[in-house]
């Protein structure tokens, strides 16, 4: 069994930063593509921030300059700085990744999501 568990997520002011974490836990013995993705009230979730097992980073336009995504393979974790933050960033903020099980077998998960509020 394999969990993902994002942290980090909280009320932060226009123009603020926050870092989200993401650790992958269990049955985990390789981890391919790690992102970020994001879903706002009444909206599609969407990609925010994508990393490969090589570290070849992706954003949208959107985040792009804003949002930094990095990974610590030894730590099973993938990171989120988020800077200058806007009121459209609020969202619930999931982390996804790609894992290898010891025993061959490969699945993708989802974390539980972790809110972020964008508000004076």
């Known amino acids: 069994q394999v969990q993902l568990v994002e942290s980090g997520g909280g009320l932060v002011q226009p123009g603020g930063s926050l870092r989200l974490s993401c650790v992958a836990s269990?049955?985990?013995?390789?981890?391919?593509?790690m992102d970020w993705h994001r879903q706002a009230p009444g909206k599609q979730r969407e990609l925010v921030a994508a990393i490969t097992s090589d570290g070849i980073t992706n954003y949208p336009d959107s985040v792009k300059g804003r949002f930094t995504i990095s990974r610590d393979i030894a730590k099973k974790t993938v990171y989120l700085q988020m800077n200058r933050l806007e009121s459209e960033d609020t969202a619930v903020y999931y982390c996804?990744?790609?894992?290898?099980?010891?025993?061959?077998?490969?699945?993708?998960?989802w974390g539980q999501g972790t809110q972020v509020t964008v508000s004076p």
């Open positions: 996804h990744a790609g894992i290898w099980g010891y025993r061959g077998d490969y699945a993708d998960y």
């Open positions: 269990g049955d985990v013995f390789r981890i391919n593509d």
